[in-house]
């Protein structure tokens, strides 16, 4: 069974991490939320959240993917977070994927693992970075390699659903996008 670690920080977008979580499951992956803390998680529009565990319990563990929620000052939190840094590298460099929503990819670019790669994000957030090479693009789902990135709250869906393909494949994404009910495009 695929796994994917969802870090939560206090002040992510709650619609955002709880879609994420949501699909994900739905497709039969083990998804585990972090909280950077022990604490329940006040999201930004003041939702609590409960994670499944704290970031140091399964710091050493290995995930086939990591998934960062944005939101403020959520983003901003895991992006100073060592643990989170240490986390994406070490993930990135064994082979596997990372991806960032909204303003989270400001993580990954700090991580380095943007530079001269395919990458979106919320409007103005890597364009405040100076990343090296980077190729900026406004579609809602951006994948470059095994790093994903998707835009805000409204890609949230479409983000989820890339997420699945790429773990699980086109029928399982297609299997929890029926249930979805969502109207076609």
């Given at each position: 069974?695929?796994?994917?670690?969802?870090?939560?920080?206090?002040?992510?977008?709650?619609?955002?991490?709880?879609?994420?979580?949501?699909?994900?499951?739905?497709?039969?992956?083990?998804?585990?939320?972090?909280?950077?803390?022990?604490?329940?998680?006040?999201?930004?529009?003041?939702?609590?959240?409960?994670?499944?565990?704290?970031?140091?319990?399964?710091?050493?563990?290995?995930?086939?993917?990591?998934?960062?929620?944005?939101?403020?000052?959520?983003?901003?939190?895991?992006?100073?977070?060592?643990?989170?840094?240490?986390?994406?590298?070490?993930?990135?460099?064994?082979?596997?994927?990372?991806?960032?929503?909204?303003?989270?990819?400001?993580?990954?670019?700090?991580?380095g693992l943007l530079d001269n790669r395919k990458a979106t994000s919320f409007p103005g957030v890597l364009d405040a970075l100076s990343v090296p090479g980077l190729n900026y693009r406004e579609d809602a789902v951006v994948q470059d390699?095994?790093?994903?990135?998707?835009?805000?709250?409204?890609?949230?869906?479409?983000?989820?659903?890339?997420?699945?393909?790429?773990?699980?494949?086109?029928?399982?994404?297609?299997?929890?996008?029926?249930?979805?009910?969502?109207?076609?495009?």
């Amino acid at each position: 069974m695929a796994s994917v670690l969802v870090p939560l920080a206090q002040g992510c977008e709650e619609l955002e991490a709880v879609t994420i979580i949501d699909l994900l499951r739905r497709a039969g992956i083990e998804v585990v939320s972090a909280g950077l803390d022990a604490q329940p998680v006040r999201a930004s529009r003041g939702t609590v959240l409960i994670p499944d565990t704290t970031l140091d319990k399964v710091a050493a563990r290995d995930f086939d993917m990591i998934v960062l929620p944005g939101g403020l000052p959520g983003a901003d939190h895991l992006d100073r977070d060592p643990r989170v840094r240490a986390l994406l590298i070490r993930t990135a460099a064994a082979g596997r994927y990372i991806a960032a929503i909204c303003a989270a990819p400001k993580a990954l670019a700090s991580a380095g693992l943007l530079d001269n790669r395919k990458a979106t994000s919320f409007p103005g957030v890597l364009d405040a970075l100076s990343v090296p090479g980077l190729n900026y693009r406004e579609d809602a789902v951006v994948q470059d390699g095994k790093i994903i990135t998707s835009r805000g709250p409204g890609t949230a869906m479409d983000f989820a659903l890339a997420l699945i393909e790429n773990l699980v494949g086109k029928a399982k994404r297609a299997q929890v996008e029926a249930g979805l009910q969502r109207p076609a495009h």
